[in-house]
């Protein structure tokens, strides 16, 4: 079976979501607040991340790209209202780089925008290099560095109605982004997301849950702030 071929519940995506804000929450505290940093808390923090860009990667495969330029801003608005505070926990305000999570959602939308927005026959390849040309520029910049938009934009591809011949090649990216994934967190933990995936996708087929589209968005900032002033 396909990803297209799996039925995905609305439910099934906010539980993926949740595990996913709960991970990177242990993560963060882990990180920020616990001088003796634990190892378990580390290797279930490495979920967050592939929980993040499968809900993305799906989303974006039902969302018409002409809607995409909204989501792009609210990620850019949230991601820049986070920064200050996320770089402050991390090593101090002029600790920019990497930028936070929200950034490398934002990079890998914008990719997929400029891959998938309707334009003339003459201008399609052209906007088709410029998004290649973001990812190469962008990648670098943010936090998970290419791997993270790249996971987002073959899972996306993954779920839309591709030959066969370029499913193969996504199989195979998709394998490749994993096995990088799993270098650049030096652990295997990441791979746990995948039966998580599927448990959700299985466990809430018949459950009604809230969307919480603003949720996250919120939560992102907010859980920082709250641990930068736990901290101090």
Known sequence: MTLREWKI????????????????????????????HSPLLFETGRLALPLFVFVLGYNLARIPSQKLPQLILRLLIF????????????????????LNILFTLLVATA???LLSAQ??????????????LFFIVTGGLVDYLWVGPALVVVIWRLFADV???ERTML?????????LLCLLNDSL????????????????????????????Y???????????????
């Open 218 to 232: 919120w939560f992102y900032p907010g859980h920082l702030l709250a641990l930068l002033l736990l901290r101090g």
């Open 111 to 113: 990719i997929v925008y």
């Open 9 to 36: 519940t609305d439910s099934s995506l906010t539980a993926i979501k949740v595990i996913g804000i709960l991970a990177m929450l242990l993560d963060h505290y882990n990180s920020f607040l616990n001088t003796e």
């Open 189 to 216: 933990a990441a791979l746990f997301a995948v039966p998580v995936i599927l448990l959700c996708i299985q466990l809430c087929q018949n459950i009604d849950l809230p969307r919480m589209k603003w949720f996250f």
């Open 79 to 98: 991601g820049v209202i986070s920064t200050p505070v996320y770089n402050i926990l991390s090593g101090g305000i002029g600790h920019w780089w990497p």
């Open 171 to 179: 199989n195979i990216a998709l394998i490749v982004l994993t096995i």
């Open 163 to 165: 030959r066969p011949k």
């Open 119 to 132: 334009a003339s026959s003459h201008w399609q390849m052209p906007i088709r290099l410029t998004g290649a």
